[in-house]
Each structure stands twice: as structure tokens, then as C-alpha cells.
T-cell receptor, first 110, second 116 residues
């Protein structure tokens, strides 16, 4: 299973944009890039996913590098409720398994 | 849509007893469900893949006789921790695969197991 590398922690100010990076240099052509986030004592929550093109939804945007070896999750205006652990995961299209890395703990300061 | 529930949300048991955790997809059918374990301040670790009507596939290092998985219907998978010991205390989370929706995989709220 291909691995991802994320910074352990990041800080942001409330109402400012946040860019969460993820490196996945061993990604294969059929791996989807998924982002989930997890609040303490809760199950992970889906944020966004993509394959090659940049993606936008109501929660966030996903910018995928042209060579697909890295991606960036963009929260356009961070709120206190966005404080969570963010996981960047490569999902193999054949197994569907999600293998979680260590994630990035995002702190949002008021 | 795509709601997954777990029951119980927390359980405390004595060492040596067995505990069953249920995972249900409430508004969709899931041929595949996944079970994870998460220790404090750590990431989720995939334990096994549960397929409806067939034996579960366990990840390397996970004892299949210790963690019994049954996926008897398209909406229910159960994880039984047999002869639980304090080191089995953890947060157990399931997810269910759905062919509809944006992500394809939806997570339950988790079950906190404490073994005394």
C-alpha cells in the first residue's frame, strides 16, 4: 500500500485559509487521494477525494500536483470547528482499503 | 444518507470475557465493511475486511481467533473480542463501503472498549 507523508501539526487563525500538504511519491496510477478528518472520540469524517484533477466541494478544495506525487487540502476559511486530525490517504481502486497514516493535527486559534 | 451506526458506543468488561460490537449501515447496503482499532493519540489501524457471506480477511499481525468477524447480512457486521484482556482496551471503529455517495466509505462513530 502506498504511503503518505504529512506534517505532524499545523496552526491557523480563525477565518484564514489553511493549506494542508501531503506527499505521496509512490502513488500508483489507479490510487485515489482521499482526505478524512477526525475529531476526538469520533469516527473519521469524509472531506474530499480526487484522482487527477483539482476538486471542490462545500467543505474544502483539493489541489493535486500534475505528477500526482503531492496534494494540498485547502480550507478556505478556517473555523474553530475545523480543528481536527486531517488524514491524507491513498485508496487502492482494487481493494478499496483505506490505510491511515499519522495525519496532521490542525489547531485553529480564535 | 450513508449513515453507519455502532453499538454499543462504549463498554466496560472484566478480563477474560468476550465482547460483541455491532456495525450497521442504516440507509444503504454494504457488501464490504472494514474494522479499525485506534489507541490513544495514534492513528487508525486497519484490522480486517469483512465481506458479506464470506470469511473476513485479516491484516498481518491481527489474530483472527481473537477478533471474530461475522458479516451475516448486507447491513450488519459484528466484531467479537474473545477473552478480552486490558491490552485490548481501545477505540474500535467500523466503516462500510457504499457504491453511492462521493467517498464510497462511511465510518461509524466508534466503540470505546475498556477491559478491567
Amino acid at each position: 500500500d502506498a504511503k503518505t507523508t504529512q506534517p505532524n501539526s499545523m496552526e491557523s487563525n480563525e477565518e484564514e485559509p489553511v493549506h494542508l500538504p501531503c506527499n505521496h511519491s509512490t502513488i500508483s496510477g489507479t490510487d485515489y487521494i482521499h482526505w478524512y478528518r477526525q475529531l476526538p472520540s469520533q469516527g473519521p469524517e469524509y472531506v474530499i477525494h480526487g484522482l487527477t484533477s483539482n476538486v471542490n466541494n462545500r467543505m474544502a478544495s483539493l489541489a493535486i500536483a500534475e505528477d500526482r506525487k503531492s496534494s494540498t487540502l485547502i480550507l478556505h476559511r478556517a473555523t474553530l470547528r475545523d480543528a481536527a486530525v486531517y488524514y491524507c490517504i491513498l485508496r487502492a481502486s482494487n481493494t478499496g482499503k483505506l490505510i491511515f497514516g499519522q495525519g496532521t493535527t490542525l489547531q485553529v486559534k480564535p | 444518507g450513508a449513515v453507519v451506526s455502532q453499538h454499543p458506543s462504549w463498554v466496560i468488561c472484566k478480563s477474560g470475557t468476550s465482547v460483541k460490537i455491532e456495525c450497521r449501515s442504516l440507509d444503504f447496503q454494504a457488501t464490504t465493511m472494514f474494522w479499525y482499532r485506534q489507541f490513544p493519540k495514534q492513528s487508525l489501524m486497519l484490522m480486517a475486511t469483512s465481506n458479506e457471506g464470506s470469511k473476513a480477511t485479516y491484516e498481518q499481525g491481527v489474530e483472527k481467533d481473537k477478533f471474530l468477524i461475522n458479516h451475516a447480512s448486507l447491513t450488519l457486521s459484528t466484531l467479537t473480542v474473545t477473552s478480552a484482556h486490558p491490552e485490548d482496551s481501545s477505540f474500535y471503529i467500523c466503516s462500510a463501503h457504499s457504491s453511492g455517495g462521493p467517498s464510497g466509505q462511511y465510518f461509524g462513530p466508534g466503540t470505546r472498549l475498556t477491559v478491567l
